[in-house]
């Protein structure tokens, strides 16, 4: 049973950081592509950014230069730092992982984690 938890939320002022983390169990984990999702009250859920098994990474227009995904394979975890914060930024913060390695869309999902920037 594949399980993800988010953790590492909180509430920064504007300009400020935070490093999410996000452990997996019940999946190769250093074969899966991870991917980091956000929601903001009212709006539809949207890609941060996804780290391949490559090594590649892509980030999303609105987080280029501040968000930084990385892996620790040795211990099933995927982070995301998040630098420059700005109030925009306020959602919760969902990874996930695809049902196969070789699929584009994801399946599975972690609770999430509230992550609040005042201004």
């Known amino acids: 049973q594949v399980q993800l938890r988010e953790s590492g939320g909180g509430l920064v002022q504007a300009g400020g950081s935070l490093r999410l983390s996000c452990a997996a169990s019940g999946l190769a984990f250093s074969a899966y592509p991870m991917g980091w999702f956000r929601q903001a009250p009212g709006k539809e859920r949207e890609l941060v950014g996804r780290i391949f098994r490559s090594g590649i990474i892509t980030y999303a227009d609105s987080v280029k230069g501040r968000f930084t995904i990385s892996r620790d394979n040795a211990k099933n975890t995927v982070y995301l730092q998040m630098n420059s914060l700005k109030p925009e930024d306020t959602a919760v913060y969902y990874c996930?992982?695809?049902?196969?390695?070789?699929?584009?869309?994801?399946?599975?999902w972690g609770q999430g984690t509230q992550v609040t920037v005042s201004s």
């Open positions: 996930a992982a695809p049902p196969t390695i070789f699929s584009s869309n994801y399946a599975f």
